[in-house]
T-cell receptor
Framework: DTGVSQDPRHKITKRGQNVTFRCDPI?????LYWYRQTLGQGPEFLTY????????KSRLLSDRFSAERPKGSFSTLEIQRTEQGDSAMYLC?????????????FGPGTRLTVT | AQSVAQPEDQVNVAEGNPLTVKCTYS??????LFWYVQYPNRGLQFLLK??????LVKGSYGFEAEFNKSQTSFHLKKPSALVSDSALYFC?????????????FGTGTRLTIIP
């Protein structure tokens, strides 16, 4: 079990540019989640997938945000036309639907800075 | 809607003393409750959960938490604090329905253990 991995760990971009983040979940986990965390706040839910299906999206996820999980394994989160308000830590988590495991396991996060 | 309140931004405890980090929640129906810990530049680490059954749950690193349905609380406790327990702690809740996967987090409590 190598844990949830995220790439890149840090991203600095200029306002108006597009950015894409990648998340690799724990290998046997079929659910994958994206959260956003700003300074002094807890993580806020953005979206989640079960296998390749995107089952829920938060109202926080504006039209500039899109997430995919094409083969039910890794996921990407793209932000188009970035704004300074998008600066945050983007966290990915995964979980399993088998057994009595309800907890989500988090990756180290991608810190985005929009200048 | 679901929400979590962590009323203390900061808790300071002397090493060796018992510690308590408070959490209250609001959710329709039965709750699933979780505690996570976040160290600097690292992702959230799962500590413990309440799903059903015994109101006192035990988790990693000697931590435990007590579910109190009448007070809608889930306080985190440890009998004897270690300096290494110093970190940011988050309480989270979700509804106990299949298909409702969204975790709602509190704003976090920074725990400092004083040597």
């Amino acid at each position: 079990d190598t844990g949830v991995s995220q790439d890149p760990r840090h991203k600095i971009t200029k306002r108006g540019q597009n950015v894409t983040f990648r998340c690799d979940p724990i290998s046997e986990h079929n659910r994958l989640y994206w959260y956003r965390q700003t300074l002094g706040q807890g993580p806020e839910f953005l979206t989640y997938f079960q296998n390749e299906a995107q089952l829920e999206k938060s109202r926080l996820l504006s039209d500039r945000f899109s997430a995919e999980r094409p083969k039910g394994s890794f996921s990407t989160l793209e932000i188009q036309r970035t704004e300074q308000g998008d600066s945050a830590m983007y966290l990915c988590a995964s979980s399993s639907t088998s057994g009595s495991s309800y907890e989500q396991y988090f990756g180290p996060g991608t810190r985005l800075t929009v200048t | 809607a679901q929400s979590v309140a962590q009323p203390e931004d900061q808790v300071n405890v002397a090493e060796g003393n018992p510690l308590t980090v408070k959490c209250t929640y609001s959710v329709s129906g039965n709750p699933y409750l979780f505690w996570y810990v976040q160290y600097p530049n690292r992702g959230l680490q799962f500590l413990l959960k309440y799903i059903t059954g015994d109101n006192l749950v035990k988790g990693s690193y000697g931590f435990e938490a007590e579910f109190n349905k009448s007070q809608t609380s889930f306080h985190l406790k440890k009998p004897s604090a270690l300096v290494s327990d110093s970190a940011l702690y988050f309480c989270a809740v979700r509804r106990a329905n299949f298909g409702n996967e969204k975790l709602t987090f509190g704003t976090g409590t920074r725990l400092t253990i004083i040597p």
